[in-house]
């Protein structure tokens, strides 16, 4: 799918004609330069998509698509690949969600760790929520993805062990560990879960949680990747043993 994507907030059926406006209208005509004739694909970011082709670009923000196909659904890709990601220091949470959303995670949940230097909290909390949803979204974008991937709320490290302990698989990336999740056997469905630590790494209790829920510690290889590219690095092996990337 190589036309660019925009989003719409329902896609349950197309008319005739589609005038696409707002923001997502004023990125197609003032940002992308959309002209009559061009392909474009709109959708609502949870599997459901349609191919048009630009009829008119009016003004700053008023893009007319026509000639939309039937509504498409994307199916959830199996196994669904969750990433457990601590906080990282200023803009890098972005940078890790950024990259996870090109790969093609399904679902990113920010682990308020103990060891995390950043803290969320009250109304600065929320901010940083909405700048990694809002990350999400772009990313998903411009990497044409059509189900974009589920930014949770923050999570305390009993809510992450609870995520663990319903895994079909879960790992812990964490220089303890004796197995390298390249050789580690992984199931082809359900759901599988890889926790990153943060830059002072996971504490010893965070360790025993996530074990007492069924998580064991791997590597990735011999060099120590940051947190915010960990997360990138796993998930695109998992992808690849598991399948997705055939």
Excluded: N
Aim: glycine share 10%; with cysteine; net charge neutral.
């Amino acid at each position: 799918m190589t036309a660019p994507v925009f989003v719409v907030e329902r896609l349950d059926r197309v008319a005739p004609e589609f005038v696409l406006d707002g923001p997502e209208g004023r990125h197609a005509v003032s940002v992308k330069r959309l002209r009559p004739g061009e392909d474009v694909v709109l959708t609502d970011g949870r599997g459901r998509w349609a191919e048009g082709v630009v009829k008119a670009a009016e003004g700053k923000d008023r893009l007319v698509v026509v000639d939309l196909e039937p509504v498409h659904e994307e199916a959830p890709a199996a196994p669904r690949i969750t990433v457990v990601q601590a906080l990282p220091k200023g803009d890098r949470g972005e940078l890790a969600v950024e990259t996870m959303t090109e790969v093609g995670v399904d679902a990113i949940v920010p682990w308020q760790a103990s060891r995390c230097i950043t803290q969320w909290r009250g109304d600065r909390g929320l901010k940083a929520l909405g700048k990694w949803r809002a990350t999400a979204r772009e990313a998903g974008k411009q990497s044409r993805r059509v189900r974009f991937p589920d930014v949770a709320d923050a999570a305390t490290t009993r809510q992450v062990g609870a995520l663990l302990a319903g895994a079909d698989f879960a790992a812990v990336l964490h220089e303890s560990g004796e197995e390298r999740l390249a050789t580690v056997e992984l199931p082809t469905r359900g759901e599988i879960v890889l926790v990153v630590g943060p830059e002072g790494g996971v504490s010893p209790e965070e360790l025993a949680v996530f074990a007492e829920a069924g998580a064991k510690p791997y590597v990735l290889g011999r060099t120590v990747l940051r947190t915010s590219t960990a997360g990138t690095a796993a998930a695109a092996l998992v992808l690849g043993r598991t399948g997705r990337w055939s």
